[in-house]
């Protein structure tokens, strides 16, 4: 059974920082794209950055590429957002999703239920 648990949500002021985590099992971990969504209030959900195996075979949406990176830990099955310069434009609920394999799709099939975020200004 495929699970993702997210971490990490808070409030946070204009400015600040935060690390979002993504844990994974049911799934072979290190070998699946994992993507980052964000569905800020009364907006669609848009994905953020899907990450393959490294920096190299990762996609970024242009409005968050420069201030967020992420990385992943695939002894400990985890994937993370590090989130900086925040903007009150960034609230809304992070999800990470998958489809198990090595696909960044913009609908994967495997959700988290997600962490809030919200940046105050």
């Known amino acids: 059974q495929v699970r993702l648990v997210e971490s990490g949500g808070d409030l946070v002021q204009s400015g600040g920082s935060l690390r979002l985590s993504c844990a994974g099992s049911?799934?072979?971990?290190?070998?699946?794209?994992i993507s980052w969504f964000r569905q800020g209030p009364g907006q669609e959900r848009v994905r953020l950055v899907c990450?393959?195996?490294?920096?190299?075979?990762?996609f970024w949406a242009d409005s968050v590429k420069g201030r967020f990176t992420v990385s992943r830990d695939n002894g400990k099955n985890t994937l993370y957002l590090q989130m900086n310069n925040l903007r009150p434009e960034d609230t809304g609920v992070y999800s990470c999703?998958?489809?198990?394999?090595?696909?960044?799709?913009?609908?994967?099939?495997?959700w988290g239920v997600g962490t809030q975020v919200t940046v105050s200004s």
């Open positions: 999703a998958t489809d198990g394999w090595a696909h960044c799709s913009n609908n994967p099939r495997y």
């Open positions: 049911g799934f072979t971990f290190a070998y699946s794209a």
């Open positions: 990450m393959y195996l490294d920096e190299d075979s990762t």
